[in-house]
C-alpha cells in the first residue's frame, strides 16, 4: 500500500481528505454535504481507479482530482438532484457507504 493510502485509510471525516489532497473548499458546502461528497468520491474510485505504482505526486494528483469532481458536483447542485443516497433514487439496491467503508475500499484496491 502506498504512504497515500496508508494515510487516508486514518481519515474519518471529509474535511481531512479534502485538507490531505489539497482541495479547496467552502466549509458551509462540505457541512451540508459531507457523506454525499465520500459516497461520490467513492463512486469516482470505482469508476476510474487510480493506477498502482505512480509516483506520489501523481497519485496525489489522480486522487484530488476526483475528489474535486465530487465536490464540485455539490458546489453546482444538491443531494437530491444528485441522488448519491437511496433515499434519493427510485432504483433498488443502491447501496450507502460510510467512512469505513470508503477507507476498506482504499486499502483493498492498493492491497
Same mark, same amino acid.
Given at each position: ?20 489532497? &489539497? ?29 498502482? &505504482? ?38 433498488? &439496491? ?18
Amino acid at each position: 500500500m502506498s504512504k497515500l493510502l496508508d494515510a487516508m485509510q486514518k481519515f474519518s471525516s471529509a474535511e481531512e481528505f479534502l485538507d490531505f489532497l &489539497g482541495v479547496d473548499y467552502v466549509p458551509q458546502v462540505v457541512h451540508v454535504n459531507r457523506l454525499h461528497i465520500l459516497k461520490r468520491f467513492q463512486q469516482y474510485l470505482g469508476r476510474d481507479p487510480v493506477a498502482e &505504482g505512480l509516483p506520489e505526486a501523481e497519485e496525489r494528483a489522480a486522487y484530488r482530482k476526483l475528489l474535486e469532481m465530487a465536490y464540485g458536483d455539490f458546489v453546482k447542485s444538491s443531494p437530491a438532484a444528485e441522488k448519491v443516497f437511496k433515499v434519493f433514487q427510485d432504483a433498488d &439496491g443502491v447501496q450507502t457507504v460510510s467512512v469505513k467503508k470508503l477507507k476498506d475500499t482504499l486499502a483493498e484496491r492498493h492491497a
